[in-house]
T-cell receptor, first 115, second 113 residues
Framework: AQTVTQSQPEMSVQEAETVTLSCTYD???????LFWYKQPPSRQMILVIR????KQQNATENRFSVNFQKAAKSFSLKISDSQLGDAAMYFC????????????WGLGTSLAVNP | DTAVSQTPKYLVTQMGNDKSIKCEQN?????MYWYKQDSKKFLKIMFS???????INETVPNRFSPKSPDKAHLNLHINSLELGDSAVYFC????????????FGQGTRLTVV
């Protein structure tokens, strides 16, 4: 069965510093997608970044980047120059390719940003 | 312009009541979802509809009944509410293939007393 593991229930970072959130997954498929979603206290779920498994290049979105290690089945999120607004729950999700498939979610990492 | 809109945002009701949550998306997506997020923030998919057709139906009590009148709307009706139904319910939409982003509504916090 496909699973997603986020081993850090809580993390904290100083404002302007860099933090890395870890995510590992288990799958036997070769074609899939990986996502990081952010859920701030407002509880809105917001897509932060997406990675296609067939792409070797790591995805980046402004201050957010991933370290995608396909062989190790690892998909960590790096937040650079952390801002107070980055404080949120972060969820890693795995999506198998194809139609009518469902996302598999990790349990989330709660990130606190200290001023 | 709200992309995925859920109503109501908050719902407090007594055990045994029947309630509905409505969801509408204006993104032109063909697939809509209902998720349940429990008090520990765990997200669990409940249902998924593609063009009004039920395509994912997880193990959910049959007190929960989704209805999709058209591909832009997916409502959730819950009969005989129980204390354990208290949670945040999210509606989401996307295109059928999972490589596209899922957009979420703002969630409905259901409290059963």
């Amino acid at each position: 069965a496909q699973t997603v593991t986020q081993s850090q229930p809580e993390m904290s970072v100083q404002e302007a510093e860099t933090v890395t959130l870890s995510c590992t997954y288990d799958t036997s498929e070769s074609d899939y997608y990986l996502f990081w979603y952010k859920q701030p206290p407002s509880r809105q779920m917001i897509l932060v970044i997406r990675q296609e498994a067939y792409k070797q290049q790591n995805a980046t979105e402004n201050r957010f980047s991933v370290n995608f290690q396909k062989a190790a089945k690892s998909f960590s999120l790096k937040i650079s120059d952390s801002q107070l607004g980055d404080a949120a729950m972060y969820f890693c999700a795995y999506g198998p390719a194809g139609n009518n498939r469902k996302l598999i979610w990790g349990l989330g990492t709660s990130l606190a940003v200290n001023p | 312009d709200t992309a995925v809109s859920q109503t109501p945002k908050y719902l407090v009701t007594q055990m045994g009541n029947d309630k509905s949550i409505k969801c509408e998306q204006n993104l032109g997506h063909d697939t809509m979802y209902w998720y349940k997020q429990d008090s520990k923030k765990f997200l669990k998919i409940m249902f998924s509809y593609n063009n009004k057709e039920l395509i994912i139906n997880e193990t959910v009590p049959n007190r929960f009944s989704p209805k999709s009148p058209d591909k832009a709307h997916l409502n959730l009706h819950i009969n005989s509410l129980e204390l354990g139904d208290s949670a945040v319910y999210f509606c989401a939409s996307s295109f059928r293939a999972l490589n596209t982003e899922a957009f979420f509504g703002q969630g409905t916090r259901l409290t059963v007393v």
